[in-house]
């Protein structure tokens, strides 16, 4: 099977400081990859040269295109890379703020995404965006007002539909349930889950919280420093971890 993404060999520093060193990773259709590490481990850097927000020093980002194929996302044009982050690329924020126009409606930030790949009719629009709400739990009374007028965990659920209303086959998620309450966290995990099943999605998910590994990511990824020291299938690695490293984060957790 061809991997929808093939990465080889990225690579970031930031002077003499290294936010990822020689990175490879395969990601195959509708597979879920958690990469966690503590903070400065570089795993959200990692995600932002591969999501296309910073660029890396060294490497290749190959996405299997739907028109062409394999392609390396870093030698496509600028034009290509904001279409292919607007169909089937998606990047959810830990801070909905930074994925939500606050200014406009609910069903405004999801219908601009559809505006933005073409999508012209008024009525067909607000259906989809209506349908996208309630796939996020999100009540239809509620299309009109801003994101200004929700909660956090609901603004989190409203950038989920934004991002996933145009049917993306990848979705990057930078700490997606960072800073909400645990209750809050638990409903939007479920949430995201079942969309991800349901949907098929191949999805990068980076998290300190090894419980949402747990539960969204088929393989796993630890970063330290800049370097990958452990990966393999999840629940392999929580419950046997082989890397030092591994064992103390893991341990961490269950001594709390």
């Not at 069903?107 to 309630?134: C, F, K, P, S």
């Amino acid at each position: 099977m061809t991997p929808l993404l093939d990465v080889q060999s990225l690579g970031k520093s930031y002077g003499g400081r290294i936010g990822c060193a020689d990175v490879s990773l395969r990601l195959y259709p509708g597979e879920v990859l958690g990469i966690v590490g503590e903070s400065g481990s570089g795993k959200s850097t990692l995600l932002n040269c591969l999501a296309g927000h910073l660029p890396p020093d060294t490497g290749r980002v190959i996405f299997d295109t739907r028109a062409e194929g394999p392609r390396d996302v870093l030698t496509m044009s600028e034009p290509e890379r904001r279409m292919l982050g607007r169909t089937d690329w998606a990047f959810v924020h830990q801070n909905p703020r930074d994925g939500l126009r606050m200014r406009i409606s609910a069903g405004g930030n999801v219908g601009e995404r559809l505006m933005a790949v073409g999508a012209r009719h008024y009525g067909e629009i607000r259906a989809q965006a209506t349908d996208w709400l309630a796939r996020v739990e999100i009540a239809e009374a509620r299309i009109d007002d801003r994101p200004s007028a929700f909660s956090g965990g609901m603004q989190q659920r409203l950038q989920i539909a934004r991002n996933l209303v145009t049917g993306p086959r990848l979705v990057f998620m930078d700490e997606p349930t960072g800073g909400l309450d645990v209750s809050v966290q638990a409903r939007l995990l479920d949430l995201i889950r079942g969309l991800v099943r349901r949907m098929g999605l191949s999805a990068i998910v980076v998290t300190h919280d090894l419980a949402v590994v747990r539960l969204l990511a088929d393989r796993l990824m630890v970063m330290k420093d800049g370097h990958v020291i452990e990966t393999g299938l999840t629940d392999q690695v929580l419950d046997d971890p082989q890397a030092p490293y591994t064992q103390l984060l893991v341990s961490s957790v269950l001594q709390v």
